[in-house]
Nanobody, 120 residues
């Protein structure tokens, strides 16, 4: 019923930039918040950045000042601009949306993940 389709991952050198995008589609009634999480090998999934329907943003301390999250409400899309990338940013990045379908409760939905590799 809901699909989150991510794009924009890849291989980049340290200090480089990447832009991730995620588009939500389906019988969506409202989106409360969207965000990005990441999971590196051997580590737990962690929040990278999130943005609410009102535009409030939240960032992990490790990415503050380097990453910027933005949302295009009309397109049900969330973007993550990642600058000054470091090798420790290497991970699979997952899009998340906390949304409700018509007549249904708010629930968490996840994308399939996109690999980001920062390496020289």
């Amino acid at each position: 019923q809901v699909q989150l389709v991510e794009s924009g991952g890849g291989l980049v050198q340290p200090g480089g930039s990447l832009r991730l995008s995620c588009a939500a589609s389906g019988s969506i009634f409202s989106i409360n918040a969207m965000g990005w999480y990441r999971q590196a090998p051997g580590k737990e999934r962690e929040l990278v950045a999130a943005i609410t329907s009102g535009g409030t943003t939240n960032y992990a301390d490790s990415v503050k000042g380097r990453f910027t999250i933005s949302r295009e409400k009309v397109k049900n899309t969330v973007n993550l601009q990642m600058n000054s990338l470091k090798p420790e940013d290497t991970a699979v990045y997952y899009c998340n949306a906390y949304l409700g379908l018509l007549g249904g409760p708010l629930q968490n939905y996840w994308g399939q993940g996109t690999q980001v590799t920062v390496s020289s």
